[in-house]
């Protein structure tokens, strides 16, 4: 089992949850955080320190969020590792709370 990063993190990207991993699984992309399901260890650490609520195990992925557990196993292969906090995208307070944010993503913000 691992944890997902869904759609609350899509242009807001807090990195909290980078700073807890004790086996830096999460990667980063322009806009966004995944986790690396095949070095997440379950840990949980991160889901208190995310913000956004954006990270769930995946047994418990609501059914709209489902299609990101294939989205982080294939972003974490081509994104690089994020090992420390940084800050969040400068717009990230007006993303904040909305939903359905993967459409407002382009093709290259997925490469």
């Known amino acids: ?11 807001c990207k807090y990195t909290d949850c980078v700073e ?6 999460f ?9 690396d399901p095949d070095e997440c260890i379950d840990c949980n650490l991160c889901v208190p320190e ?5 990270i769930y195990e995946e047994d418990d992925l609501p059914e709209d ?14 994104w690089p590792m994020i090992t420390a906090k ?3 995208l400068e717009d990230a307070e007006e993303w904040s709370g909305k939903k359905n944010k993967l459409d407002t993503l382009k093709e290259e913000d997925l490469a």
Do not use: W
């Open 1 to 11: 089992m691992t944890f997902v990063v869904t759609d609350s993190c899509i242009r």
């Open 20 to 25: 807890v991993c004790p086996v830096d699984c």
């Open 27 to 35: 990667r980063e992309g322009e806009y966004f955080l995944v986790i």
């Open 50 to 54: 995310c913000p956004e609520d954006a």
């Open 65 to 78: 969020q489902k299609h990101f557990l294939k989205l982080n196993a294939e972003l974490s292969q081509k």
């Open 86 to 88: 940084k800050d969040a």
